[in-house]
C-alpha cells in the first residue's frame, strides 16, 4: 500500500529555514502529483503548494509564495518543502499528500510539525 | 478565495443519519464536480472518504455517502457509529488562483 513518511520539522526561530522531506513508498512515484498541505493548531486545511509529477509545474499559496519551494527527486522517490523566512503563523502540522486525478488527495502522511517561534 | 462553509459542529445519535453540508460559488463547488471529503480524528492524518461528490475509495464504509445541489455539496453518515466521531473537511478544486480550497471543517459529535 502507499505510504508517505515526512521528516524535517522542528522548532525555529521566526526568519529560518527548514527543509520538510517525504519518503513514498508503495506507489510509482514519478506518475503523480504531490502536495504539501499545512494544519496550524486548532484551525483548518490549507493547500501550500503541489508539483507535477515532472517537477515542471509548481503551485504556492499566496501565503508561502517567495518564501517556500517545492521539489522532488523521482529516482529517490522523495518529496522535498523547503521553507525560508519562516514566520510563527507557519506554524502547523505538514502533511505530504498524493494528489491525484480527478483530483483529490487520497493518500496522506503522517505530518510533521513545525514551530516557528518569534 | 475563500474557504467553503461548513457548520461548525453536528451531533447525532448512534444509529442515526447526519448530514455535512459544504458551501462554494459556482467557481468551485457549483462548477465542477470535483468535491471531495476527508474524514480527520485526533491527532491523525486526514483520510480521504469522498472523490468526484458521490464516489468511495476502496475500503471506506458504504454508510459515507456524498451529493451536491448548485453550489452546495452534502456528505452524508448513515447508521453513526461512535468511531465516527471525528472532524470532517470537504475540499473542491475551483477556477481561481487558488486551485484547491478546504472547507472550514465540522466536528461530528456521536450522542
Known amino acids: 500500500q502507499v505510504r508517505l513518511v515526512e521528516s524535517g520539522g522542528g522548532l525555529v526561530k521566526s526568519g529560518g529555514s527548514l527543509r520538510l522531506s517525504c519518503a513514498a513508498s508503495g506507489l510509482t512515484f514519478s506518475d503523480y502529483y504531490m502536495s504539501w498541505i499545512r494544519q496550524a493548531p486548532g484551525k483548518g486545511l490549507e493547500c501550500v503548494s503541489y508539483i507535477s509529477s515532472s517537477g515542471s509545474t509548481t503551485y504556492y499559496a499566496d501565503s508561502v509564495k517567495g518564501r517556500f519551494t517545492i521539489s522532488r527527486d523521482n529516482a529517490k522517490n522523495s518529496l522535498y518543502l523547503h521553507m525560508n523566512s519562516l514566520r510563527v503563523e507557519d506554524t502547523a502540522v505538514y502533511y505530504c499528500?498524493?494528489?491525484?486525478?480527478?483530483?483529490?488527495?487520497?493518500?496522506w502522511g503522517q505530518g510533521t510539525l513545525v514551530t516557528v517561534s518569534s | 478565495q475563500s474557504a467553503l462553509t461548513q457548520p461548525a459542529s453536528v451531533s447525532g445519535s448512534p444509529g442515526q443519519s447526519i448530514t455535512i453540508s459544504c458551501t462554494g460559488t459556482?467557481?468551485?463547488?457549483?462548477?465542477?464536480?470535483?468535491v471531495s471529503w476527508y474524514q480527520q480524528h485526533p491527532d491523525k492524518a486526514p483520510k480521504l472518504i469522498i472523490y468526484d461528490v458521490s464516489n468511495r475509495p476502496s475500503g471506506v464504509s458504504n454508510r459515507f455517502s456524498g451529493s451536491k445541489s448548485g453550489n452546495t455539496a452534502s456528505l452524508t453518515i448513515s447508521g453513526l457509529q461512535a468511531e465516527d466521531e471525528a472532524d470532517y473537511y470537504c475540499?473542491?478544486?475551483?477556477?481561481?488562483?487558488?486551485?484547491?480550497?478546504f472547507g472550514t471543517g465540522t466536528k461530528v459529535t456521536v450522542l
Open positions: 475540499s473542491s478544486y475551483t477556477s481561481t488562483s487558488t486551485p484547491y480550497v
Open positions: 499528500a498524493r494528489l491525484k486525478s480527478p483530483p483529490a488527495f487520497d493518500n
Open positions: 459556482s467557481s468551485d463547488v457549483g462548477g465542477y464536480n470535483y
